[in-house]
């Protein structure tokens, strides 16, 4: 069963930046594809960033320019470097895992694997 671990959130002023990391345990096995959503209070889990095992990323229109997703295959780890934040960025952030190639942000429910979050608070 695969375990999914972020860390990496805080409380930042608006302009500044984070990174958060996601640790992978028990296996992601041969095609796979890994993402960050997040929530805020009322709000719908939405997709930020994607990554295939091949390395392709993809990204909400929200967060082009500003966020980049990136993975560690040696340390199972994948991260998401969060600059110019804004105060609409605040929710909690989550990792996601699917046994498939071809990741889909724009359906939580397709994903198998998820984390318990980490927290992201941006100020103005």
């Known amino acids: 069963q695969v375990q999914l671990t972020e860390s990496g959130g805080g409380s930042v002023q608006a302009g500044g930046s984070l990174r958060l990391s996601c640790t992978a345990s028990?296996?992601?096995?041969?095609?796979?594809?890994m993402a960050w959503f997040r929530q805020a209070p009322g709000k719908e889990r939405e997709g930020v960033a994607a990554?295939?095992?091949?390395?392709?990323?993809h990204y909400a229109d929200s967060v082009k320019d500003r966020f980049t997703i990136s993975k560690d295959n040696a340390k199972n780890t994948l991260y998401l470097q969060m600059d110019k934040l804004e105060p609409e960025d605040t929710a909690m952030y989550y990792c996601?895992?699917?046994?498939?190639?071809?990741?889909?942000?724009?359906?939580?429910?397709?994903?198998?694997?998820w984390g318990r979050g980490t927290e992201v608070t941006v100020s103005s």
């Open positions: 028990g296996g992601l096995y041969g095609n796979h594809c």
């Open positions: 990554a295939t095992s091949d390395g392709t990323t």
């Open positions: 996601a895992a699917k046994d498939a190639w071809l990741p889909r942000l724009a359906d939580p429910g397709y994903w198998d694997y």
